[in-house]
């Protein structure tokens, strides 16, 4: 069973930078799998915002382009999203997802995604 536990969420203005982790247990996709940073804002659907491939190509959605970085520690099974020049629209309920396909990884659909984290909560003020 894989665990996933996000960090790193917090209130800041707009302009400043926040760093997501997401800690990974019980991972046993081998190699082809697909990793992603999801948010939902209060009556919004779910969006995938990046995907990182086990052969660590990224993916953004076109809003947080040049913006945000995904990454991966693999020694220490850690996801992170890094934020910068953050925005009020970026407020949501941030989700760290997991699935065994990197196929799923550019379209960052919830449906193809099995594994979820609990969420942390980013909140930009203006």
């Known amino acids: 069973q894989v665990h996933l536990v996000e960090s790193g969420g917090g209130s800041v203005q707009a302009g400043g930078s926040l760093r997501l982790s997401c800690a990974a247990s019980?991972?046993?996709?081998?190699?082809?799998?697909?990793m992603g940073w999801f948010r939902q804002a209060p009556g919004k659907e779910r969006e995938g915002v990046a995907g990182?491939?086990?052969?660590?190509?990224?993916s953004y959605v076109d809003s947080v382009k040049g913006r945000f970085t995904i990454s991966k520690d693999n020694a220490k099974n850690t996801l992170y999203l890094q934020m910068n020049s953050l925005k009020p629209e970026d407020t949501g309920m941030y989700y760290c997802?997991?699935?065994?396909?990197?196929?799923?990884?550019?379209?960052?659909?919830?449906?193809?995604?099995?594994?979820w984290g609990q969420g942390t909560q980013v909140t930009v003020s203006s």
């Open positions: 990182l491939t086990s052969d660590g190509s990224p």
């Open positions: 019980g991972y046993t996709y081998g190699s082809n799998y697909c």
């Open positions: 997802a997991a699935t065994g396909n990197a196929y799923f990884c550019a379209a960052r659909r919830s449906a193809d995604f099995t594994y």
